[in-house]
Structures are given as structure tokens and as C-alpha cells.
């Protein structure tokens, strides 16, 4: 099955700095990447995805990469701001089955 | 999006008892998931659901432990059978909705 690493588990940055989070995964199948941010005690929200025909996403002041052949994808967060203090969880699945397999999680916490 | 909700949001339950979560969707929808996340950990996928056919389960869950139901396209049942302490978590159905995949906002279970 589909095993997905995360790195950093706690990050912290400074409110306007930026934060950037890795994932590395191992099936070569998988072409679909959502990214998820959990508020404590709320529901897991996707805040981007990225599908494998496409090498970088950007969404305001989020943005996602993918290698394919490295078989891996980052999380940029640019201009942090205090309500980006949130634990991030990277997935990964195959389009054809939405199965998603997670990563740990990253804390991030935005220092004001 | 969908809108997901879940029944109960808590419980505490004894053990040797059995709990069955709703889920409910304001949509029709084909593939229905239950996750579980233990305490401060990643989720993990428990089944898919789909209606008309029985639910499949990944390694490490079995369908005596975890029955599903899915009667229709917008709603599903999953009950805890026979609880330890050992299955205190959140658990969360999940829909695919236009390539994405949403949350419900989770059952968080304690057992005694």
C-alpha cells in the first residue's frame, strides 16, 4: 500500500515568514495530492490539491509543487499570519479509488 | 462542497457495548469513507462505502469489529462493536464530491 512521509512534525515561524512542508510518497500510481489544515477539535479542511499532470498549484498565499519522479510534494505558505497555527496533513490516493493514505502532520504555529 | 454532518458528535461509552455513528450528506454521492483518528494522531482509512455493494476494508480492519451500512446515496452508518479502550478515537466519514473529498466533523468516542 501507499506509505506517506511528512516532515517538519512542529514548525514554527514568525507571522510574514514563510512555511514550507515536505512529503515524500512510495506508490508510483498515486496522481492525486490534497493537502488538509485541522483546527483543534474541528474537521479536517482541504485547503489545495494537485493532481499529477500538473507540476505547481497556487492559491492566493498557498501554494503546492510535485515531483513525480522524486515522488514527492510541498506545502508553501507565504506571509504567515496567526490563523495559519493549524496542524497540516499531506495525502496521497489514486484517482480512481480516492483512498486516501496520510502523512503525520505538521503543527504549525505563527508567532505574532 | 457537501455538506457532511455526523450523529452522535461524542459519546462515552462502556466497554463490551457497541456504538453506531451516522453519517449524512445533502447530496447524492457514490464514495463514502470512514476514517479513524486516534489521539493527536494522522487518520487512517477504516472502509469504503459504496451503495449498492458491500463495504470494502483496509488491512487491519475487519467487518465484524466495524459493520457499515449504505442503504442510499446519502447516508451511512458505521458501528463500533464490542469496544476497548483501545478504540477511544475520532471517527470521520469522508465523501468524494467532484474530484475532492470532504469531512464530516467527526464522532469523538471515549470508552471506559
Known amino acids: 500500500g501507499e506509505n506517506v512521509e511528512q516532515h517538519p512534525s512542529t514548525l514554527s515561524v514568525q507571522e510574514g515568514d514563510s512555511a514550507v512542508i515536505k512529503c515524500t510518497y512510495s506508490?508510483?500510481?498515486?496522481?492525486?495530492f490534497p493537502w488538509y489544515k485541522q483546527e483543534l477539535g474541528k474537521r479536517p479542511q482541504l485547503i489545495i490539491d494537485?493532481?499529477?499532470?500538473?507540476g505547481e498549484k497556487k492559491d492566493q498565499r498557498i501554494a503546492v509543487t510535485l515531483n513525480k519522479t522524486a515522488k514527492h510534494f510541498s506545502l508553501h505558505i507565504t506571509e504567515t499570519q496567526p490563523e495559519d497555527s493549524a496542524v497540516y496533513f499531506c495525502?496521497?490516493?489514486?484517482?480512481?479509488?480516492?483512498?486516501?493514505?496520510f502523512g503525520a502532520g505538521t503543527t504549525v504555529t505563527v508567532r505574532a | 462542497s457537501a455538506v457532511i454532518s455526523q450523529k452522535p458528535s461524542r459519546d462515552i461509552c462502556q466497554r463490551g457495548t457497541s456504538l453506531t455513528i451516522q453519517c449524512q450528506v445533502d447530496?447524492?454521492?457514490?464514495?463514502m469513507f470512514w476514517y479513524r483518528q486516534q489521539p493527536g494522531q494522522s487518520l487512517t482509512l477504516i472502509a469504503t462505502?459504496?451503495?449498492?455493494?458491500?463495504?470494502?476494508?483496509e488491512s487491519g480492519f475487519v467487518i465484524d469489529k466495524f459493520p457499515i451500512s449504505r442503504p442510499n446515496l446519502t447516508f451511512s452508518t458505521l458501528t463500533v462493536s464490542n469496544m476497548s479502550p483501545e478504540d477511544s478515537s475520532i471517527y470521520l466519514c469522508?465523501?468524494?464530491?467532484?474530484?475532492?473529498?470532504?469531512f464530516g466533523p467527526g464522532t469523538r468516542l471515549t470508552v471506559l
Open positions: 506508490d508510483s500510481a498515486s496522481n492525486y
Open positions: 469522508s465523501v468524494e464530491s467532484t474530484g475532492e473529498q470532504f
Open positions: 447530496s447524492q454521492v457514490t464514495m
Open positions: 462505502a459504496n451503495q449498492g455493494s458491500e463495504a470494502t476494508y
Open positions: 494537485i493532481r499529477s499532470n500538473v
Open positions: 495525502a496521497a490516493s489514486n484517482v480512481g479509488d480516492y483512498k486516501l493514505s
